[in-house]
């Protein structure tokens, strides 16, 4: 027997479907009423996302069922869940999963047109990790000292290096410009008394050369050392401002492990110069809050 008709299913009233969504969902009942073919475990693949869990499942025979209910315990929510799915579909993603849980136990069962169920196949799958969030809780300037700062390229005719910390704003440090001109990357390096690990840093374009944009930084290496010779690159700044005057604060950076020296590494310039300058330059330690829904504690 056959039956050809839109056939309206409310969700959670189904015979067998106890616990189900109240959701209304249109399917296309065309099918038989003969006994539904149930799902092989063979057939189901899972993919571990993060937070995640992909269900697959391959093409089913013409005829072999009309739609599918997909049943599952959630121990974040500690809910019983149940996804309903036409036949036409072959895969559903699971959201807001923890890795932390282990095996999900997923119960798949097929129906007929007359709404009669096939037997129950159980597909354990395994979530990704849920992702971390890290966010900024305050931020705090760090005192620096002229003997502390150096670099590669000092311009000898004007512009020292210790004018980036005198706290004015008329006043500049200007890496090489003079024959002979030193080719980028050109440098502003800090060495720390003590050991560093989130931070932020802000600077002032160079403000009293109102006629140009060029020599400013635009593309940055933010880098650290435990040893003040090697140096490795946590954090790349560009899109960098090139209007005289102008401040910029980067977004804090996260670089996992603790430093004693820095480095603000300039790579490239407006105008393409072979040089640059600002006017001032801070350097921040950040407190940091991380929430990892694997392991934050569970009501």
């Given at each position: 027997m056959k039956l050809n008709f839109k056939y309206m299913i409310v969700v959670g009233l189904l015979i067998g479907?106890?616990?189900?969504?109240?959701?209304?969902?249109?399917?296309?009942?065309?099918?038989?009423?003969?006994?539904?073919?149930?799902?092989?475990?063979?057939?189901?693949?899972?993919?571990?996302?993060?937070?995640?869990?992909?269900?697959?499942?391959?093409?089913?025979?013409?005829?072999?069922?009309?739609?599918?209910?997909?049943k599952y315990h959630d121990p974040l929510t500690e809910q019983d869940v149940c996804k309903i799915a036409s036949i036409g579909t072959t895969e559903m993603l699971i959201e807001d999963t923890r890795a932390r849980f282990g095996d999900y136990s997923f119960f798949f069962q097929t129906f007929n047109a007359a709404h009669q169920g096939s037997?129950?196949?159980?597909?354990?799958?395994?979530?990704?990790?849920?992702?971390?969030?890290?966010?900024?809780?305050?931020?705090?300037?760090?005192?620096?000292?002229?003997?502390?700062?150096?670099?590669?390229?000092?311009?000898?005719?004007?512009g020292p290096i210790k004018n980036l910390i005198?706290?004015?704003?008329?006043?500049?440090?200007?890496?090489?410009?003079?024959?002979?001109?030193?080719?980028?990357?050109?440098?502003?390096?800090?060495?720390?008394?003590?050991?560093?690990?989130?931070?932020?840093?802000?600077?002032?374009?160079?403000?009293?050369?109102?006629w140009t944009s060029e020599g400013r930084p635009s593309v940055v290496e933010l880098q650290i050392s435990s040893d003040g010779k090697n140096f490795e690159t946590v954090a790349t700044l560009s899109g960098l401002p090139s209007a005289h005057s102008t401040e910029y604060t980067s977004e804090f950076v996260v670089p996992g492990k603790t430093f004693t020296s820095f480095r603000f590494n300039v790579i490239a310039t407006s105008g393409n110069t072979k040089y640059f300058n600002l006017a001032q330059f801070k350097f921040y330690d950040v407190e940091v809050e991380i929430y990892d829904p694997e392991t934050v504690p569970l009501d």
């Open positions: 479907m106890t616990g189900c969504d109240d959701n209304l969902e249109t399917f296309e009942i065309g099918g038989s009423t003969a006994a539904p073919t149930a799902i092989a475990t063979s057939a189901v693949n899972s993919d571990p996302l993060p937070g995640q869990i992909k269900l697959t499942w391959n093409t089913p025979s013409e005829g072999a069922f009309e739609y599918l209910q997909i037997e129950v196949t159980e597909i354990k799958a395994k979530s990704g990790a849920a992702p971390s969030t890290t966010t900024e809780k305050s931020r705090t300037e760090m005192k620096i000292e002229a003997d502390q700062l150096s670099t590669n390229a000092q311009e000898p005719s004007e005198d706290g004015k704003g008329n006043t500049f440090f200007h890496t090489r410009w003079s024959s002979p001109q030193i080719e980028l990357p050109h440098y502003i390096q800090i060495d720390f008394k003590e050991a560093h690990e989130d931070f932020a840093i802000y600077y002032q374009n160079r403000t009293d050369n109102t």
